[in-house]
């Protein structure tokens, strides 16, 4: 027990820590407040909500820095706030965002460190949501959702136990929300989840209805009621109600309660008060009504808030002598949901997502599906690279002593701040967006550190050292100091995934020959072919020598690497690549033995895609095309005024405009004996290059976009379009966060009768892996692959395009106040580089390719290299070259989501170091005939290093035992066949054997021999 001093706080601290004993201590639904039989309770929740980052760094923030910007000081308010809950036990406090609460409470001592755990033990402050930040919904990935969020609730349950374990999701601030997130959520353990905004008319609606709250079904085709999520619409978003902000930056009066002063109000502001309940009771079902009494960075001054909402407290509850029905209290969101739940109602329930949000006619927040590109490119590709290290550290089983948890957890935490839904959504400032790419790229050499020791130890065969590892983070623009600037290097390319692939290598050279050799000395086919002009005016390549790049194919182990010994030779042998340009008015046909793409000699753009194993055909047009961005005004409060921004996209026309440009004497075709190229110019800041690697199912369309030019003041929003013959229906299918795959029609939506002001932003979705076209009458697919989130959507029939680029000159009038200009290194407008994947078959066929493809996009080869001039024979003499983690592939049904060193909730010390492990089924039901099957995995014996001694099955946060979670069960108004299954318990009498089931994902703590 800490001694008591003199001071008034640390007497207070030490009486909270005194009255939360381990028999004293009452979190979660036993220790709210009760309710008032035949009464309104009014739930008052005090919360503040602290963007990670959006006009400000997420360390101006933190510290109150820039406060000509926003007045917003984190460490401010958490110090605040604690110091209130423990001067009065009668308060409560919500806080949500971990990358922000971690960082205070790592500068406390111990006295208050010890006293806020207190607050937390008795239910008085109280986590929700408890991810590190509050991720956006649209443009976010399901293996970074789930990441970020563990990271939270490892530090929660590390530092706080059972009782920081957060029971309900708050997701109060993204700009609509995803069916894919209730999904995980509710496989977290949530009980709930609750936020603040969705479409203007479904909430006229819902409000008419009464249907504000409902059951969201996250998945009701796969998962069933275990992705059930009960689901809230908050009635003033997260602000208070109108006349009662009390924070240090807002305007409404105090609660003025001595009567002989003449500013004297308590009875106007109770009686303000009580009729604003009653209306807001007046829209929902239950005698229970939730008051979110914060907002933005409030609660700087905590005592502020405290002491008028005590007041209001007082008061309103004094006027039930006089027979008012309203009863107000502080409370939590969880208690709320836990008096819904004692409610006994039956409960409406919800199958569609909630997108696209808009918040009055012409104001659909779709253009941040696709603001800011480069930063969802790279947030991609840090994803991809983190779960890389943490599989080659797992692998490699590397201790304290190489640091790589501390290396790791950089690059966890800027990931994990880079999925706020004002930072991968592109809604930030510009400084800020830098600083998210300063902290990914930091994340990265730190991350790059660990990839090196683990694969050093992986090589060794004995006791000769393996040289050290080098990367190259601008191979997508054809430059690497190493290949430029070496006439020997190996090359070691790891494969993340459990299952073998082949992967095309392109390496930025400056000689015309090379010699490659294999794993096992074999020479290798290569190919080489001229950097473009295209990529050789991108500024960021400054100072490149390349002029070629070199391309092989690179047939890698499951969850292994090989290594690859190249050389320049000195014999200049003719190039592998014929050039020339089209010419006659006749077709230009592509092909390998699967794909055939056909060209219009008149105009040069793509006509035809044919399947060659199916004999599908699809007739297609492509190309790059742009939309004129609706310019802004000084009257932003009027409809017709909304410009598009980075949140909003309003173009100015229905119908794209186009290029006009004449393919045929801009396209240029290379041929050789691993991939051929169509090279097209639509204008001098609008290329692409069409490949076709030898083998390929699908063409490969790299676009590149930018600077986009604005001399004429004139915004503009690019898109690459599809034009095809299929009769589509108004119906277009786009994935929801990388998983499952939701049908849009045109001009419609589930839940009530959709007005469209904005025919083309009206009808855009977020696009996260891949969005499809189907001819029903056909049966045929045509669907494309993206690297990156992107918006798109289907305007016409048989058309498909998706936002690639956008350069505005207004701000949208939504808070950011700076129009979405991004420029580049050299000042001039930002260029934009980007991948999308053409895949045409049947129905039947195209599920097996988009869903192995979009696992191959984002967990992509990881390439490293060596300027060793060893070799290849000596090398193999104490080094691996070829290595796989596991000792048989796993089915192409089943990835391996997570595998990390991790001792979580259910680890006793041993002699080993346990592992987190997440297997995923990444098929839906009825999607193939054999892959959509349940599958099952015997992990002893499965992972060369080591073998199973121990499973414990998680949640899917990773902070509890399956077998202690206990959700709250809620009626509904229609039965759908409970596809939940009751996961088998995996055990050593039957070799720890996992069964998964389409969509499922099943989270382990495992404990290695």
């Known amino acids: 027990m800490f ?153 929660l349950r590390q530092n706080f136990g059972e009782c920081g374990r957060p029971r309900v999701a708050w997701q109060i601030d993204p700009f609509g929300h995803s069916r894919e997130q209730a999904s995980l959520f509710a496989q977290m353990g949530f009980d709930g989840l609750f936020f603040g905004r969705a479409d203007y008319e479904d909430i006229d609606q819902r409000k008419k209805t009464k249907t504000m709250e409902m059951m969201w079904n996250g998945s009701p085709k796969n998962l069933g009621s275990k992705a059930d999520l009960f689901t809230g619409v908050l009635f003033n978003g997260y602000s208070p109600p109108p006349g009662f902000c009390f924070d240090i930056n807002c305007n409404d009066d105090p ?83 836990q008096s819904l739940n004692n409610a006994s109602k039956t409960w409406t329930t919800k199958q569609d997502d909630f997108f696209p949000y808009a918040h009055r006619p012409h104001s659909f927040w779709t253009g941040y599906f696709t603001s800011r590109p480069t930063l969802k490119g790279f947030v991609r590709q840090t994803n991809n690279f983190l779960q890389v290290c943490k599989q080659l550290d797992g692998l490699a089983e590397l201790k304290d002593t190489d640091n790589s948890t501390f290396h790791l957890n950089i690059l966890r935490e800027a990931l994990g701040v880079a999925q706020h839904h004002d930072a991968v959504s592109g809604t930030e400032k510009q400084a800020v967006a830098y600083d998210y790419a300063e902290r990914l790229a930091n994340g990265v050499m730190e991350c790059q550190k660990v990839a090196n020791d683990a694969l050093k130890k992986l090589y060794k065969k004995g006791s000769t050292p393996a040289p050290n590892q080098l990367f190259c983070n601008l191979l997508n623009i054809s430059a690497c100091h190493v290949t430029e600037n070496s006439k020997q290097f190996t090359l070691t390319v790891y494969n993340p995934l459990a299952r073998s692939v082949i992967s095309w290598i392109r390496l930025p050279v400056v000689g015309t020959n090379y010699t490659i050799r294999g794993p096992k000395g074999e020479n290798l086919l290569s190919q080489i072919i001229q950097v473009s002009a295209d990529t050789k005016r991108i500024p960021e390549r400054k100072g490149s020598l390349a002029k070629n790049e070199l391309v092989f194919r690179a047939d ?98 229905t119908v794209p405009l186009s290029f006009h440009a004449d393919l045929k004497k801009t396209t240029v075709i290379k041929e050789g004996a691993l991939v051929q190229e169509v090279y097209q110019k639509f204008s001098p800041w609008a290329t692409q290059v069409i490949r076709l690697y030898d083998g390929a199912q699908h063409a490969e369309f790299e676009w590149t976009v930018g600077p986009i030019p604005v001399s004429d003041m004139i915004g503009k929003e690019v898109i690459s379009r599809f034009s095809t013959d299929l009769a589509t229906n108004g119906v277009v299918y786009t994935d929801a966060n990388g998983r499952e795959i939701l049908q849009r029609k045109r001009n419609h939506r589930d839940t009530w009768n959709f007005t469209n002001t904005e025919p083309v932003s009206g009808n855009y979705y977020p696009v996260n892996s891949r969005i499809y076209l189907r001819d029903e009458t056909k049966k045929i697919q045509f669907t494309v692959l993206t690297d ?188 759908f066949p409970d596809l939940s299954r009751q996961s088998q318990p995996v055990t050593a009498t039957d070799n720890f054997t996992v069964i998964l089931n389409p969509m499922e994902i099943r989270t382990f703590q495992i404990t290695w021999k």
Request: charged fraction near 20%; include cysteine; glycine fraction near 6%.
């Open 3 to 155: 001694p008591c001093y003199a001071h008034i706080l640390f007497s207070l601290i030490c009486m909270t820590v005194q009255s939360s004993s381990p028999d004293a201590s009452k979190c979660g639904y036993s220790s709210c407040p009760k309710g008032k039989d035949g009464m309104l309770n009014v739930h008052l929740v005090p919360h503040t909500h602290d963007d990670v980052g959006w006009l400000k760094t997420v360390d101006q923030y933190f510290y109150g820095e820039k406060n000509n910007i926003q007045r917003a000081g984190v460490q401010y308010i958490l110090d605040s706030v604690v110091q209130e809950l423990l001067q009065d036990p009668s308060k409560r406090f919500i806080y949500v965002e971990i990358a922000f609460f971690a960082r205070w409470l790592n500068e406390q001592n111990d006295i208050m460190r010890h006293a806020v755990k207190g607050l937390v033990k008795s239910g008085r402050l109280e986590f929700i949501l408890g991810g590190w930040c509050m991720n956006d919904e649209a443009t976010t990935h399901y293996n970074a959702i789930i990441d970020q969020h563990a990271l939270g609730f490892e530090f």
């Open 255 to 337: 609660i003025q309660d001595d009567d002989r002063l003449h500013d004297y109000n308590v009875d106007q502001k109770t009686t303000q008060f009580i009729r604003y309940a009653q209306l807001q009771a007046s829209h929902y079902a239950t005698n229970n009504i939730i008051m979110t009494m914060g907002s933005d960075f409030n609660y700087q001054n905590a005592h502020t808030w405290f002491k008028n909402m005590d007041k209001l407290i007082k008061y309103v509850n004094q006027r039930q002598v006089n027979g008012s029905k309203v009863n107000a209290f502080y409370s939590t969101p969880s208690c709320y949901l």
């Open 556 to 653: 890698l182990p499951p969850l292994g690497f090989n290594t690859y010994f190249i050389s320049m030779t000195g014999s200049r042998e003719k190039q592998s690549t014929k050039t020339f340009k089209m010419k006659s008015n006749s077709d230009l046909v592509m092909k390998n033995e699967h794909v055939s793409l056909t060209f219009d000699g008149p105009t040069g753009a793509l006509k035809q895609i044919t399947n060659l194993d199916s004999r599908v055909t699809v007739q297609v047009k492509q190309e790059l095309m742009y939309y004129i961005g609706v310019s802004g005004s000084s009257k932003s409060s009027a409809l017709n005024a909304q410009p598009s921004g980075a949140y909003i996209f309003r173009p100015n026309e």
């Open 788 to 975: 990156r989130s992107q918006g798109g959507g289907s305007i016409t029939d048989g058309n498909l395009e998706l936002m690639v680029h956008r350069r505005l000159l207004w701000d949208d009038y939504l808070g950011v106040g700076e129009a979405l200009n991004e420029t580049g290194m050299d000042g001039k407008g930002l260029i934009a580089r980007g991948k999308h994947f053409i895949y045409v078959d049947t129905i039947e066929n195209s599920a097996k390719f988009h869903r192995d493809m979009a696992l191959k996009l984002y967990m992509a080869p990881s390439l490293s290299f060596t300027t060793s001039t060893m070799k290849q024979s000596d090398w193999t003499k104490v080094y691996h070259t070829s290595w796989s983690g596991l000792k048989a592939a796993l089915p192409d049904n089943v990835h391996i989501l997570t595998f990390v060193q991790w001792a979580g909730p259910s680890f006793t010390p041993r002699t080993s170091q346990p592992y987190l492990v997440r297997f995923e089924h990444i098929y839906e039901k009825d999607e193939d005939v054999e892959l959509s099957k349940p599958v099952k995995i015997v992990l002893q014996n499965l992972f060369v290093p080591f073998d199973v001694q121990s499973v414990e099955e998680l949640t899917l946060g990773a902070n509890l035992q399956l077998s202690q979670l206990h959700r709250l069960q809620w009626k509904t108004n229609q039965h």
